[in-house]
């Protein structure tokens, strides 16, 4: 690792350790008292020895800890060994990375250094980290890493050539106005101001002015989620390449992920009801190795996909992640997915007989099948659009309680890996389930049999770049890169394929 990865990994306890030592100190001068009365004088060798003492151990422990981590590539597996009492080895099979990020955050990039992240098919457990590394070599051993799980073939002649960074494509930016236009316009925007509304109203009637405090912890709670959201979205870019799909992204600490072709499990396209005021919309997606977004921000921006986009970008987006639309007309059927309403695009909604157990979205839930992915779309006013390649099912289950047995209907769920995206199909017909259950079971054995390697680079189909984006999904592949649907590439892990 680099030299300096000591103080940017440690600089945080070097500081805890200075505080902790020289509270007094500081409080102090802060408060314009003398430093060198009282028993202080008397207490300051000590604390200077016993700071200077933590301070040469955690300054020890670092340089320790970066002189023994060392890594290594090589016969298909990627090795790092770390410890100095304690030693460790995490080696991972390229032909198995999911994505890999460079992470920059601010210390590093005053540093010029990055942490290079990549991730396997375990949920996140086994992310192997190299921090910190220069950002040119950081680059070069990302494309090195992904060209040779790539299963491209090197040179016998120079075996330690590095591999070439492959080219990339811009497919869309999210303009900064747009991202706070979407912040403010955001679900915790919307209760907040009911709150305090609510707030307003009941100071007015019970003439307590207590009310008001309550909405000192809601808006500093809601000033942390917009500053993280803006911190995680700022100068969202996302490009296409031969590796993957790259999406760079970040003001503060800046972070480009490379998430390589067919290793997104599902994805959903979201519509909170104030963005229908723009057309905006957002992308998440499992990947399997991030393991599920909860109130963790980095974990939350990795899996975003798009954090807002207009119709024309969600349409791009879909078009990288599932080239061959599998259906004739793929504009009409996502279209219905997106907005449609009854039987739109195809979709086989909640039979009428349910409609109290869903009086306003019940003409919207419901699912379509092409030949490449299952479509499921939910909600009335925050509309859903789950979309799951075949290959990527690895169970099906049916659940029914009373009430919905007593209407004829059933729920169908679908399970990939963890993530944000549960792809849940609510209040189907108890017949139309049952069906759809035999058919997306036949549709994924199929579609893992025709998988035939690891080595995405081998099923890549190189194809012209798209300039602009298309303002509707096309039934040829609208990125620089295709799978196409007789091949497609081989599920996140083994356990996938053990179909319920």
Same mark, same amino acid.
């Given at each position: ?17 200075? *505080? *902790?030592?020289?509270?007094? *100190? ?5 408060? #314009? ?27 020890? +422990? ?26 460790? /080895? ?30 396997v098919a375990d949920a996140g457990e086994s992310a192997v980290r190299l921090a910190y590394l220069r950002m040119?070599?950081? %680059?070069?051993?990302? !494309? ?41 316009? @955001?679900? /915790? @925007? ?35 989620? $917009? ?5 995680? +979205? ?46 905006? $919309? ?7 190795? $991030? ?20 119709? !024309? ?26 907005? +449609? ?66 209407? #004829? ?40 049999? %025709? ?15 798209? !300039? ?23 599920? !996140? ?8």
């Open positions: 690792m680099h030299p300096a990865s000591p103080f940017v990994r440690g600089w945080v306890a070097l500081a805890a350790i200075g *505080f *902790f030592f020289g509270r007094d *100190f500081f409080e102090r001068m802060l408060q #314009g008292r003398p430093v060198l009365e009282d028993d202080f004088a008397g207490r300051i060798p000590w604390l200077l020895a016993g700071g200077g003492t933590v301070l040469l151990i955690a300054v020890l +422990g670092f340089i320790l800890t970066w002189y023994f981590t060392r890594y290594q590539v090589a016969g298909g597996y990627v090795r790092v060994n770390t410890g100095f009492l304690f030693r460790q /080895q995490r080696q991972a099979r390229l032909d198995r990375v999911q994505a890999i990020d460079i992470v920059q955050p601010l210390l590093a990039r005053i540093f010029g250094l990055a942490e290079l992240k990549f991730e040119d070599e950081a %680059r070069q051993l990302r !494309a090195t890493i992904l060209a040779r799980a790539a299963g491209v073939v090197q040179d016998p002649a120079r075996p330690e050539e590095a591999a070439p960074e492959a080219p990339e494509y811009p497919v869309l930016s999210v303009p900064p106005s747009r991202l706070v236009g979407s912040l403010l316009l @955001s679900e /915790q @925007s919307f209760f907040v101001v009911l709150g305090g509304v609510a707030s307003v109203i009941l100071s007015a009637v019970t003439e307590n002015r207590g009310f008001y405090f309550y909405l000192i912890p809601a808006a500093l709670g809601l000033a942390a989620t $917009y500053w993280s959201s803006f911190n995680k +979205g700022y100068n969202f870019t996302a490009a296409i390449s031969p590796d993957g799909i790259r999406l760079r992204y970040g003001l503060l600490d800046t972070q480009a992920q490379t998430l390589p072709p067919g290793r997104i499990q599902a994805l959903r396209v979201a519509q909170p009801p104030l963005w229908r005021i723009f057309g905006w $919309y957002r992308i998440q997606v499992n990947v399997a190795g $991030y393991g599920a977004a909860g109130s963790n921000g980095e974990a939350a921006s990795r899996t975003t996909l798009l954090p807002v986009g207009k119709l !024309a970008d969600v349409m791009s987006m879909l078009s990288l992640v599932l080239p061959d639309p599998g259906t004739p007309e793929p504009g009409r059927v996502f279209g219905a997915g997106l907005s +449609g309403l009854d039987s739109d695009g195809g979709f086989i909604t909640t039979p009428r007989r349910a409609r109290l157990l869903a009086p306003l979205g019940w003409r919207r839930n419901g699912f379509a099948a092409t030949a490449t992915a299952l479509l499921i779309r939910s909600g009335r006013w925050w509309r859903q659009l789950v979309v799951v390649p075949h290959q990527r099912t690895q169970s099906i289950a049916l659940h029914q309680g009373p009430l919905a047995r007593r209407f #004829g209907v059933v729920d169908l769920v679908l399970h990939t890996t963890a993530g944000p995206v549960s792809p849940r199909l609510i209040q189907a017909g108890t017949d139309e389930a049952r069906t759809l259950f035999d058919e997306q079971s036949a549709r994924a054995r199929l579609a893992r049999k %025709r998988q035939t390697t690891e080595h995405w680079l081998a099923q890549v189909v190189p194809a012209a770049p798209v !300039a602009e984006p298309v303002p509707e999904l096309v039934a040829e592949p609208a990125a620089p890169v295709a799978v196409p649907a007789e091949t497609p590439t081989e599920p !996140a892990n083994k356990e996938g394929q053990q179909h319920g």
